[in-house]
């Protein structure tokens, strides 16, 4: 069972900051993408980011601009940076690993980001 710890999420005012953390295990993190996802109430869950092992990444034109996703190598950890919150950005932010409907295909539990004053 492959685990994907995440933490960081939380209560954040309009316009404010924060980091989530996802932690993999080095034989998942060293070779597969890693991504995040949100999903808002009553939505589908959506791509937010994504990182290769190369470190191209990939966002959602809706975080362009003020999210950044990036990975240290020696933490086999891959981070979110949210800049200018809004609350259109309130949801449970997942972790991902490997690729969508694919063998290598793991998830996080989820981690709850409010943007509200």
């Known amino acids: 069972q492959v685990q994907l710890v995440e933490s960081g999420g939380g209560l954040v005012q309009p316009g404010g900051s924060l980091r989530l953390s996802c932690a993999a295990p080095?034989?998942?993190?060293?070779?597969?993408?890693m991504g995040w996802y949100r999903q808002a109430p009553g939505k589908q869950r959506d791509l937010v980011a994504t990182?290769?092992?190369?470190?191209?990444?990939n966002y959602a034109d809706s975080v362009k601009g003020r999210f950044t996703i990036s990975r240290d190598n020696a933490k086999t950890t891959v981070y979110l940076q949210m800049n200018s919150l809004k609350p259109e950005d309130t949801a449970v932010y997942f972790c991902?690993?490997?690729?969508?409907?694919?063998?290598?295909?793991?998830w996080g539990q989820g981690t709850q980001v409010t943007v509200s004053s």
């Open positions: 990182i290769t092992v190369r470190d191209n990444t």
């Open positions: 080095r034989g998942i993190f060293s070779i597969y993408p």
């Open positions: 991902h690993a490997g690729y969508l409907g694919a063998r290598v295909n793991y």
